[in-house]
């Protein structure tokens, strides 16, 4: 077996971390600490989106369907995802 690496997306993240990938919407999200903010990537269409959240984000964590929870300094954000 043979895996391939292929280079899809100049992010440009001071500190990306944490990817998490949604099968319901077929999106990769990861969230870059430094500048306050988590990043959605839908690689079949190369849509790529920042949300600032205005706080360092730590970790993502899916719940229900398209909703998730992250965890930011000192709080915890409910966010919930308007897809495509």
Known sequence: MVNEVEHVLAA?????EGPVWSSEEQAL?????ESNCFC???PTTGKYEVFDVGV???VL????RIRFLASAHRAALDCRSRGR
């Not at 440009?12 to 990306?16: D, I, R, V, Y």
């Not at 964590?61 to 229900?64: I, L, T, V």
Request: charged share 25%.
């Open 40 to 42: 959605r990537l839908y």
């Open 61 to 64: 964590a899916f719940e229900k």
């Open 12 to 16: 440009q993240n001071k500190l990306g």
């Open 29 to 33: 999200y990861w969230v870059d600490i």
């Open 56 to 58: 360092p984000v730590g």
